[in-house]
């Protein structure tokens, strides 16, 4: 195989069928849009495969990854875990109902707003998610391996760029 043909991807085919039927068109930003897409679903397969290994999906893991990272007493209110997830409270409350019934998360009242409660990590929730992190963060590493390190953090630098401009 030469280097120039492994140097190419199929979105470099979809651009250069672009340029070939519509000319007039810049599609560059097929480019970056398409990468990102493609890499979007190679990277959520391989996140998968290791939060299956914990019966978790990709949300669960979220939640709780969320609950063990605040800190002592690992626990938020339904409207802050959502918030800071960007799901909606239907999406929360499903995943907080399955984190329950498999005994991960508590929830309890909260003391500073009486209609309101607490999501909590169990002991079980905890010694989960600190071998499901540990595993993650190992997992990300490999998935990023095809990068050297510079790379990494001049990609870091430009994605931070990039999604700073669509959430401010």
Do not use: C
């Not at 990854?65 to 409207?79: D, E, I, N, V």
């Not at 999501?119 to 540990?134: H, M, R």
């Not at 095809?146 to 760029?161: N, S, T, Y």
């Amino acid at each position: 195989m030469s280097s120039t043909s492994m140097n190419v991807d199929p979105v470099d085919q979809i651009l250069a069928q672009w340029q070939k039927e519509r000319p007039d068109l810049d599609v560059s930003p097929m480019s970056i849009i398409g990468r990102l897409g493609r890499l979007t679903k190679h990277l959520e397969r391989g996140l998968q495969a290791t939060f299956s290994d914990f019966d978790l999906n990709f949300g669960e893991f979220d939640v709780l990854a969320t609950l063990r990272r605040t800190g002592q007493p690992y626990q938020l209110s339904p409207t802050a875990l959502f918030n800071t997830m960007m799901v909606s409270s239907g999406t929360m409350t499903h995943r907080i109902d399955r984190l329950e019934q498999a005994g991960l998360v508590k929830r309890s009242p909260d003391p500073g707003d009486r209609r309101g409660t607490l999501i909590q990590l169990t002991d079980k929730g905890f010694n989960l998610i600190e071998k499901a992190v540990e595993a993650h963060v190992a997992n990300e590493h490999r998935l990023v391996s095809g990068l050297e390190e510079a790379e990494r953090q001049a990609l870091d630098q430009l994605l931070r760029k990039l999604l700073i401009s669509f959430e401010q």
